[in-house]
Structures are given as C-alpha cells and as structure tokens.
C-alpha cells in the first residue's frame, strides 16, 4: 500500500516537497519510482531509485527533481524545484516496475 501526499497549488517556478509512505512491502530492498498523470494523458515515470540509492530522472525534470528514501522508516521523498505547468498532475509512488495496486496519489497543480 502507497499514501502520497504534499501535493498543491504551486505557482510557476516554485517548488513542493510530496512524500509517500509504503507498507506491505519489503521498502528497503525494491526499487522505487515516482509516476505522474498528466491530465488526459498516461501514467508515466518520472524519477526512481534503486535500493543502493541510485536515481535516475526523465530528462525534462532533470536538474529540477530530487528523488530520496527518507530516514524514516518506508517513506520516499521527491523533491521539486522550479516547477513549470508541464508538471501539473496527480504523482504515485509505486515500485519500479509498478505494482499493480496504485495508491491514491496526490495533486500538484502548477499555476499563476
């Protein structure tokens, strides 16, 4: 099980810190990714991170995102900075690959 939250309304070039708490699952030994759903369009992956804590990004949140496993126990962090409206969307935490069970995600809408 997933709980995102943190999401909000963020204006242009602001920046949001969402989180996710997972239980039910062995955290600290699968990889974990960070998803948005872009309104009208497909889940897609945005970040993740193995569990030696390697990260990768998509290009166009590169530089911007930071993805990171919290010090408390099963919580991922994914820490957004210089938000634009291509990252307005509802954002998951799931594993990589994705389980096929999604929490309910959080809103982050980017506008002025």
């Known amino acids: 099980q997933f709980v995102e939250s943190g999401g909000g309304l963020v204006q242009p070039g602001g920046s949001l810190i969402v989180s996710c708490v997972a239980s039910?699952?062995?955290?600290?030994?699968?990889?974990m990714g960070w998803y948005r759903q872009a309104p009208g369009k497909p889940r897609e992956l945005v970040s993740s991170?193995?569990?030696?804590?390697?990260?990768d990004y998509v290009v166009r949140v590169k530089g911007r995102f930071t993805i990171s496993r919290g010090s408390a126990k099963n919580t991922l962090y994914l820490q957004m900075n210089n938000l634009t409206s291509d990252d307005t969307g509802v954002y998951y935490c799931n594993r990589r690959p994705p389980y096929a069970t999604w929490g309910q995600g959080t809103q982050v809408t980017v506008s002025s």
């Open positions: 991170i193995t569990s030696a804590g390697i990260q």
């Open positions: 039910g699952i062995t955290f600290s030994r699968v990889h």
